[in-house]
């Protein structure tokens, strides 16, 4: 009887690499909002208020969002026009439709997964195809003008991008969306304002190419002082 073939020898387990972890991918997709969409478009506005100290100031209601917002008359691009920024674990479907707007889609590759506390909250009605998608974002913009350039713009109002999803581009990826919308169109320019107190947002606009004009300062009529001036200007 022939004898056993003797072990073979052992194998050097293979070490981790500390330095290089795997990435985790996080896909975002950038599409319209929709009037079913509102219930999240308030609670993050109701965010963003708190966050820029304004709360005391914030009276919208789902009710007043959706009449104003989603009304039959407006058009996308042509009136008050919402960017939504989603997220998922799961690649998006190539066969998700939007009238009026191609969806732009991206994946991040993170060092760390996202802990979202509130993914329960923020999820998305739309397009949940291949798993859950969450909100993570918005946009609010809408038509202006120029005299100097005799063309039209985009007039920014809100940019928010929720806490936990901060400081990973979406912000970004929300501007050039707005961006590349208004060179389409053959608009001149695109706009917004920033506290003078948030810094990282002035940095982060300057980095971008933006020009941050100190010497400007936005004029506002609203609540009594509009009334008192309509009734007695």
Known sequence: MAAAAPPPPPTD???????????????????LATSSDTPLIHKMIH??????????????????????LFSPTNIPFQSFTVFLIEVSKLPFS????????????????????VNDPEEKVFKSLVGQENGDVYVAGFVLFFPNYSTFLAKPGFYIEDLFVRECYRRKGLGKMLLSAVAKQ????????VEWVVLDWNINAIKFYEEMGANVMKEWRVCRLTGDALKGYADNG
């Open 182 to 189: 208004a060179v389409e169109m053959g608009f001149g320019r």
């Open 13 to 31: 387990t293979p070490e981790l690499n500390m330095n290089n972890p795997e990435p985790h991918h996080l896909f975002t997709r950038i599409r």
């Open 47 to 68: 965010q963003m208020a708190v966050f820029e100290r304004l709360s005391d100031q914030c009276v919208a209601t789902e009710q007043s969002l959706s009449a104003t």
């Open 94 to 113: 190539p066969n998700f439709i939007s009238p009026n707007f191609k969806p732009i889609s991206k994946i991040l590759n993170l060092e760390y997964p």
